[in-house]
Structure formats: C-alpha cells, structure tokens
C-alpha cells in the first residue's frame, strides 16, 4: 500500500510546476465566469477557459516564440472542468 501512494506521489512529481498553474488558473477563471452569468453559466465558462487557454498558448508560439504546447492548455481546461463539478 505504501508503495502505491509513493508511485503516485512520484507521479504527481513528475508533473511540471507550470501544470498546475494552468490548472488553477483555469479553475479561477471558470469560478468567476460561472458566478458572473445566468443561464447556461457552466457551458459558457467552459468555453470562455477554453479560448483564454488556446489563446495563451498562441500567444507564447507566436509572440514569445516558445512551443505551443497543447498539455498546457488542456491542464488548464481540466481545472475549469474540475471546479464546474465541484460548484454543482
């Protein structure tokens, strides 16, 4: 059992920093998009977290002339996703 949990820690490790700074980012944009509109609020900051991720990470391909890197994004997708579920 002790195994598993340091396997899993090892995993987490492994995932860079800047991950989980997408992660809740994403969170707190779809926090306050979802608090900030009425009807249909959780598909509308799903979409909104959506293009401001995308739209980041273009902006470092294309301006900061780094890789546009699509695990980026979609951390910061899935953290939107997660606090969406969690305010239901």
Not at 4 to 23: A, N, P
Not at 36 to 55: C, D, E, N, P, S
């Amino acid at each position: 059992m002790i195994e598993r949990i340091y396997k899993l820690f090892g995993r987490l490790t492994d995932i860079g920093s800047d991950k989980y700074l997408h992660f809740i980012v994403g969170m707190i944009l779809a926090t306050i998009v979802r608090l900030h509109v009425g009807a249909l609020a959780a598909l509308v900051a799903l979409i909104f977290v959506t293009i401001v991720m995308v739209a980041k990470e273009c902006v470092d391909h294309f301006v900061r002339k780094e890789n546009f890197d699509l695990t980026d994004a979609l951390f910061g997708i899935m953290g939107g996703v997660v606090m969406l579920i969690l305010m239901i």
